[in-house]
């Protein structure tokens, strides 16, 4: 039977376990959901000897403070640079044991927005539809499907996995408030007007208060629409950007709805997901659009990056 190896004392403004996601279900209306950055997961995980896309604990704008009640291998990923164990800072990105009666803080970052918390042996929730994921819309997944809370006690899995012990400097993301994000144009690009393509592609948006798992509505130059906002629904992409009725964009994350009904006029390569789902209310926010095919060459580099680092240690 696995063993309580950590109770949460404060979760901050939000914090939930989250893994892959739920793949394979849309057609039924379940959204994928899971890390909104799934490069910290994949490596987070690598660190501490779990499968690169097993159960983590995503906390967004810091506050969380938890002890450990064993003796466990642990690691933080993502921008934080405010992770004290016992008051001292430790590094993220590395694996480190904590004795039992460790007290663990992650405060707020002031270079991202979500940090990540991995155990050795994955923390050990029931599997909801091929997920560990929370889904806090559905009620479903993680804990119960709500947001973890003051008391709640984590179990973790069979440890036994390869640890990799290599620091993944060249495969951290650059994580920034001055975003540059790369663009594939489509698939409805031709609903918006010249005018408007003008000023998705050389305008400066500015991510808005309208932020969470499901996507992040930003604000800047209007962007026209030829006809109309309205398209007959069809399926939603992660990072699709959406132009509804305001002409002001909208990027959808890991949480979004299947369908939607309209116009988008690109989406955010997968490289660059990590760096959105970073992004604070008032970050910078430019579109830089490439050909399909650069944005299938820049994911193969980074992809076989990734798999070697996690796979051999020996990140390129």
């Known amino acids: 039977m696995n063993t309580p190896t950590i109770e949460i004392i404060r979760p901050g403004p939000l914090a939930t376990i989250q893994d892959r996601g739920r ?5 039924m209306g379940v959204p994928v959901s899971g890390a909104m950055d799934l490069c910290a997961m994949r490596i987070g995980n690598a660190l501490v000897g779990n499968d690169q896309y097993e159960a983590c604990i995503e906390i967004t704008l810091g506050g969380l403070e938890a002890v450990f009640l064993k003796k466990t291998l642990f690691a933080v990923t993502g921008p934080n ?9 430790i590094p993220s990105w590395t694996a480190m044991y904590a004795a039992k009666g460790d007290r663990l803080i992650l405060e707020r970052s002031a270079t991202g927005g979500r940090d990540y918390l991995f155990l050795e042996g994955g923390v050990d929730v029931p599997v909801v539809l091929g997920s560990k994921s929370t889904y806090l819309r559905g009620r479903f997944g993680g804990m119960n499907g709500r947001p973890l809370r003051k008391g709640d006690i984590l179990h973790t899995g069979k440890p036994g996995g390869k640890i990799v012990r290599n620091h993944p400097w060249s495969l951290i993301p650059p994580y920034s408030q001055q975003l540059i994000l790369r663009v594939v144009l489509g698939p409805q690009d031709d609903c918006i007007t010249e005018e408007g393509l003008n000023a998705f592609t050389s305008g400066i948006y500015r991510l808005t ?21 309205d398209i007959i629904s069809d399926g939603i992409a992660l990072g699709a950007v959406q132009v509804p009725g305001s002409g002001q964009p909208m990027i959808l994350l890991a949480d979004r709805p299947t369908t ?11 490289q660059d997901i990590s760096l959105i789902a970073q992004a604070a209310p008032g970050a910078e926010v430019r579109f830089s659009p490439i050909p399909l095919l650069k944005a299938r060459e820049i994911y193969l580099k980074k992809e076989y990056a990734l798999r070697r680092f996690i796979l051999q240690g020996e990140p390129l």
């Open 81 to 89: 640079e405010k992770a004290t164990l016992n008051d001292f800072t």
């Open 260 to 270: 939607g009904g309209y116009v988008k006029i690109a989406t955010v390569i997968s």
């Open 209 to 229: 208060d309208r932020a969470d798992r499901m996507g992040c509505a930003l604000k800047g130059p209007r962007i026209t629409h030829q006809k109309g906002p």
């Open 23 to 27: 793949l394979g279900y849309q057609h």
